[in-house]
């Protein structure tokens, strides 16, 4: 069973606050994604990684910066936090070659205030 | 400019009537589609999906129309349950695995005992 776990599922930042996101799943699969879920918005990518050490733009990667190191963990940063960034971010990860085959992990709720 | 639309932000049914689940598209390349189903405070999971080389599928209560003169599909639920009350998301991509799967903004399902 494939298994995502994020690291937080509730967090408060103060607005300029540095924030790290940590996913990490267990399949030992290549790619890797964040999303944010707001409301009416649906899900939007942030970045997405296809091998340890690259990265690749979103649709709305403003803001935000990932890290992989390693193979089973994405972290997604937020510079300086700002309250438009409070929302649901979702991680998630897919076999190498088949990136519509996503699981997901549970969500961090992120609150910047 | 949305590719993939969920015109419906929200329906409201009976327990043991049809749910009727509706998504457009725009993009002629698109020939994978998807549905996932997600809880609150859960990461969405996988539901059901169908290539383009059909225009059915089906899954238990669970069935997904295409219709690709229209570029249109439907997710029907039959019975619905309580327990599908949930946010659903359409999703289309290219089929061969190298296209990130674009969501559309969610419909949320909410089914009355």
């Known amino acids: 069973d494939v298994k995502v776990t994020q690291s937080s599922r509730y967090l408060v930042k103060r607005t300029g606050e540095k924030v790290f996101l940590e996913c990490v799943q267990d399949?030992?699969?290549?790619?890797m994604f964040w999303y944010r879920q707001d409301p009416g918005l649906g899900l939007r990518l942030i970045y997405f990684s296809y091998d340890v050490k690259m990265k690749e733009k979103g649709d709305i990667p403003e803001g935000y910066s990932v890290s992989r190191e390693k193979k089973e963990r994405f972290s997604l940063i937020l510079e300086s936090a700002s309250t438009n960034q409070t929302s649901m971010y979702l991680c998630?990860?897919?076999?190498?070659?088949?990136?519509?085959?996503?699981?997901f992990g549970p969500g961090t709720r992120l609150t910047v205030t | 400019d949305q590719q993939v639309k969920q015109n419906s932000p929200s329906l409201s049914v009976q327990e043991g009537r049809i749910s009727i689940l509706n998504c457009d598209y725009t993009n002629s390349m698109f020939d994978y589609f998807l549905w996932y189903k997600k809880y609150p405070a859960e990461g969405p999971t996988f539901l059901i999906s169908i290539s383009s080389i059909k225009d059915k599928n089906e899954d238990g209560r669970f069935t997904v129309f295409l219709n690709k003169s229209a570029k249109h599909l439907s997710l029907h639920i039959v019975p619905s349950q309580p327990g599908d009350s949930a946010v659903y998301f359409c999703a289309a991509s290219v089929s061969g695995g190298s296209y990130i799967p674009t969501f559309g903004r969610g419909t949320s399902l909410i089914v009355h005992p």
């Open positions: 399949m030992d699969h290549e790619n």
């Open positions: 998630a990860s897919s076999p190498g070659g088949r990136f519509y085959e996503q699981y």
